[in-house]
């Protein structure tokens, strides 16, 4: 079955505490992207990236590092959380950057830091 | 940042009844539209995808529409059912979504 799979679902963790969320994907899309989802602010883009080693910003990276060394996975890693990270994230994937393609979501990791 | 506004930001209908809300977009260098549901606790789906001025498209009782020149789309629900109620979010080109419109079909 064509999935993301995001994991943890659920996290509680302190201010300054590292830590990272997994996100893999099995279709070989070479597009992947993280964002956040606040109340009243919709979906921000986090990161992106347009294949292995290639990695951009978004709209809001402040506070937030990513790697893509495999085609498959985009961890998300908070160096240092704190708590206006307090958020519910989501990866995403698709084909590539053409815009006609739709993106593939994860269900989502829903993060409180303390 | 590329402003995408939806609404209404919620709507509650009848069962039966037919509803349509609207996402506008800027109307100048035109990318593509997506339309995903979203429903509680699960991950947003991808409805259609509309690329070319005056595209119209449908999936059983759901369709939309899309005007380029004047940077907005509807989604039309016919006869909406409780199954229906979902967040719609409006993705535009693949980076930049509404605030999405929570919709609450009552029995």
């Known amino acids: 079955e064509a999935q993301v799979t995001q994991n943890p679902r659920y996290l509680i963790t302190v201010t300054g505490k590292k830590l990272t969320v997994t996100c893999s994907q099995n279709m070989n899309h070479e597009y992947m992207s993280w964002y956040r989802q606040d109340p009243g602010l919709g979906l921000r883009q986090i990161y992106y990236?347009?294949?292995?080693?290639v990695t951009d910003k978004g709209d809001v990276p402040e506070g937030y590092k990513v790697s893509r060394k495999e085609k498959r996975n985009f961890p998300l890693i908070l160096e240092s959380p704190s708590p206006n990270q307090t958020s519910l994230y989501f990866c995403?994937?698709?084909w590539g950057l053409g815009s006609n393609q739709p993106q593939h979501f994860g269900d989502g990791t829903r993060l409180s830091i303390l | 940042i590329l402003n995408v506004e939806q609404s209404p930001q919620s709507l509650h209908v009848q069962e039966g009844d037919s509803t349509n809300f609207t996402c506008s977009f800027p109307s100048s260098n035109f990318y593509a539209l997506h339309w995903y549901r979203w429903e509680t606790a699960k991950s947003p789906e991808a409805l259609f995808v509309m690329t070319l001025n005056g595209d119209e498209k449908k999936k059983g009782r759901i369709s939309a529409t899309l005007n380029t020149k004047e940077g907005y789309s509807y989604l039309y629900i016919k006869g909406s059912q409780p199954e229906d109620s979902a967040t719609y979010l409006c993705g535009y080109g693949q980076f930049y979504f509404g605030t999405g419109t929570s919709l609450t079909v009552i029995p």
């Open positions: 995403a994937s698709s």
């Open positions: 990236s347009m294949n292995v080693e």
